[in-house]
Nanobody, 116 residues
Framework: QVQLVESGGGLVQPGGSLRLSCAASGSIFVINTMGWYRQAPGKERELVAGIGSDGYTNTADSVKGRFTISRDNARNTVYLQMNSLKPEDTAVYYC??????????WGQGTQVTVSS
């Protein structure tokens, strides 16, 4: 079992920044992928960005150049730095962690609202 605890969501004005954090604990395998999905009201959940334990990243076209994903393997923590936020970035952001031994685990979700 892997547990994920997210933090850092909130309300921000358009053009502002937020940083999300997600800490993993439990039976963590050294090779894993962590990242973020988001789900806006009435829309399907979509991948925002993911990062492997080797540092390889995958970022959605809609956030490239604005969002940066990073991780601290020693702390089993993934970060999402979100800059130049737009109202369309408003969503619940879910942290995930995938490893072959336990499959995909999810965080509880954190609300990000971009509004003036």
């Amino acid at each position: 079992q892997v547990q994920l605890v997210e933090s850092g969501g909130g309300l921000v004005q358009p053009g502002g920044s937020l940083r999300l954090s997600c800490a993993a604990s439990g039976s963590i395998f050294v090779i894993n992928t962590m990242g973020w999905y988001r789900q806006a009201p009435g829309k399907e959940r979509e991948l925002v960005a993911g990062i492997g334990s080797d540092g390889y990243t995958n970022t959605a076209d809609s956030v490239k150049g604005r969002f940066t994903i990073s991780r601290d393997n020693a702390r089993n923590t993934v970060y999402l730095q979100m800059n130049s936020l737009k109202p369309e970035d408003t969503a619940v952001y879910y942290c995930y962690q995938f490893q072959s031994t336990t499959g995909t685990s999810w965080g509880q979700g954190t609300q990000v609202t971009v509004s003036s």
